[in-house]
């Protein structure tokens, strides 16, 4: 199947810094997604980026497209303890999306 | 404003016995899927369906069977459960093929 790399795979971070995170592919998506997955609960989408270059904002949150279709980054400012969680980036091969194996973020207040 | 439920949320089996995880989702989706999520792997495609009577495997199908009767329902069984089904898992639903929405998952555990 696709393999689909983040790093880093764990952080643990103080309340305020931000946090910088990224997910690369073997192979060339149309489209990233960025998810988030609280404890015991499902993942979250947060942001969809559908061009390469594209820069997207929710809140706090920015990701990027990047340039050679093949990487995407997700930056946090300012973090907060509920940024707790799993944050995951998913691209389409096909008929699937396929999964990140995710970034685990702890924020220490 | 239930979104996408499952049931039950918690379940151990025994090796070779069977189940259903349920799957149901109130927003007319045509998309779903199914997904199992093993720690420190992401989660695997295991089933999806791109409409009701419309069903394909993903990337980890073996052990598991699928129906979509209806557009709102889209069980998984489990015939012959082995320890290696010890998992997560998650079923989800989209509009199109994009962006899904997760339910809150279901807990397995095979002794």
């Known amino acids: 199947g696709q393999q689909l790399n983040q790093s880093p795979q764990s952080m643990f971070i103080q309340e305020g810094e931000d946090v910088s995170m990224n997910c690369t592919s073997s192979s060339i998506f149309n489209t990233w997604l960025w998810y988030k997955q609280d404890p015991g609960e499902g993942p979250v989408l947060l942001i969809a980026?559908?061009?390469?270059?594209e820069l997207t904002s929710n809140g706090r949150l920015t990701a990027q497209f990047g340039i050679t279709r093949k990487d995407s980054f997700l930056n946090i400012s300012a973090s907060i303890p509920s940024d707790v969680g799993i944050y995951f980036c998913?691209?389409?091969?096909?008929?699937?999306?396929?999964f990140g194996t995710g970034t685990s973020l702890t924020v220490i207040p | 404003n239930a979104g996408v439920t499952q049931t039950p949320k918690f379940r151990i089996l025994k090796i070779g016995q069977s189940m259903t995880l349920q799957c149901a989702q109130d927003?007319?989706?045509?998309?779903m899927y199914w997904y199992r999520q093993d720690p420190g792997m992401g989660l695997k495609l295991i089933y999806y369906s791109v409409g009701a009577g419309i069903t394909d495997k993903g990337e980890v199908p073996n052990g598991y069977n699928v129906s979509r009767s209806t557009t709102e329902d889209f069980p998984l069984r489990l015939e012959l459960a082995a320890p290696s089904q010890t998992s997560v898992y998650f079923c989800?639903?989209?509009?199109?093929?994009?962006?899904?929405?997760f339910g809150s998952g279901t807990r397995l555990t095979v002794v």
């Open positions: 998913a691209g389409p091969t096909g008929n699937q999306f396929y």
């Open positions: 980026l559908y061009k390469a270059g």
């Open positions: 927003m007319n989706h045509n998309y």
């Open positions: 989800a639903s989209s509009p199109v093929f994009d962006g899904y929405t």
